[in-house]
């Protein structure tokens, strides 16, 4: 009878060794997933104004079924061409104009989002300056959209891995999905 509780005891102890390295593998990946997420963080808030309030991908989902919201991508025709989120209408930062603001009615709920949330959050001021007064910026761009599992389409409205990362030094933000520049 010993020597059975001693073959258990033994097998009990592999399955700990192998659920403790297992447990070490998790806590790993787990703690790169959040010092990469932090860095993330730490570089969005070096770089937001916070002059227009953010929104959490997560959040921006459950509104998107609202008919009222506009959603608005506020990066170039060759980086919504790529991919964007459904639904999103191209307001191309480098060629709006004032009038293109003012042709939204003024109760819309308007979303604004571009790569990161810098570019956004400067049309998302011009849009308050106007006297818009629900107007949110997605926390982390179209990045923080497809880093949490997200999808989005390209400009034949299909579904698409890949996302312009502006160019290669911003690709790094960009976790998860095909990275264009």
Known sequence: MKKVYHDVRFVSGRVWVFLMNSL???LSFITYSASAQSEFDKKLK???KNTVE??????VEKLMK???????DTRTIEEFNVSHLKGAQLLDYDSYST???KRIAKNATIIV????????????E?????????VLNIYGGIFEWKNKGYN???KSNQPTDSVHTYNKSWSKWLEHGVKIY
């Not at 989002?113 to 998302?124: D, F, P, T």
């Open 46 to 48: 070096s770089l937001y």
């Open 152 to 154: 989005v389409v390209n």
């Open 126 to 134: 011009k849009f308050i300056e106007l006297g818009y007064n629900n």
């Open 113 to 124: 989002y571009c790569s990161v949330g810098v570019r956004s959050e400067l049309v998302g």
């Open 24 to 26: 070490l593998i998790a």
């Open 99 to 101: 009038d293109d603001l």
């Open 54 to 59: 953010t929104i959490r991908p997560v959040e």
């Open 66 to 72: 609202d008919k009222n919201i506009v959603l608005l």
